[in-house]
């Protein structure tokens, strides 16, 4: 069992070591992570984990980014503790975020990473969208929380400020 609640100032120092035990070193220099420099994540939309003991368990964050000056939500990163893979924990977080994100209003949603993965959440691979460099346009994904939500939607990611 595990309580699930909106990502808070005190989490920050726990989350951010749930990352770096689950990505590698240098995860920091992703060109995503230029997109979240000096960004505020979404407010309720990142969600922290935590098992019976109250360890964080897993945890998802969200960020506001642009294509053209359209709104999109940009989702990552996503991490469950190596002592709880494989427990529906991840789906979990993915989930309720989503459903959340929808009910706040959000239209689109937009990542990088693995489809066969993420396709079971509905993301499909996007095309016309760029990622900075040096991004796989293969991972490039999107889900739309409205149909049509993407129509149209193309060109370079950038920060929202």
Not at 29 to 39: E, F, I, P
Request: glycine letters at 12%; one cysteine or more; proline letters at 7%.
């Amino acid at each position: 069992m595990f309580a699930l609640t909106p990502e808070c100032k005190d989490d920050w120092w726990e989350v951010e070591g749930l990352y770096d035990l689950c990505f590698a070193p240098g995860r920091t220099a992703l060109s995503s992570y230029r997109l979240r420099d000096d960004v505020a994540p979404v407010e309720g939309l990142s969600l922290v984990a935590r098992d019976r003991q109250e360890i964080v368990a897993g945890a998802i964050r969200y960020w506001p980014v642009l294509i053209g000056n359209r709104k999109v939500l940009l989702l990552g990163p996503v991490a469950v503790h190596p002592t709880h893979q494989g427990e529906g924990l991840g789906g979990l977080l993915i989930h309720q975020s989503l459903h959340a994100a929808a009910e706040k209003g959000w239209e689109r949603v937009l990542l990088v990473g693995d489809a066969p993965y993420y396709s079971r959440f509905g993301f499909t691979r996007l095309d016309g969208v760029q990622m900075p460099p040096p991004t796989n346009p293969d991972r490039v994904l999107g889900l739309e929380l409205m149909p049509g939500a993407w129509d149209g939607v193309r060109g370079e990611v950038t920060r929202a400020l």
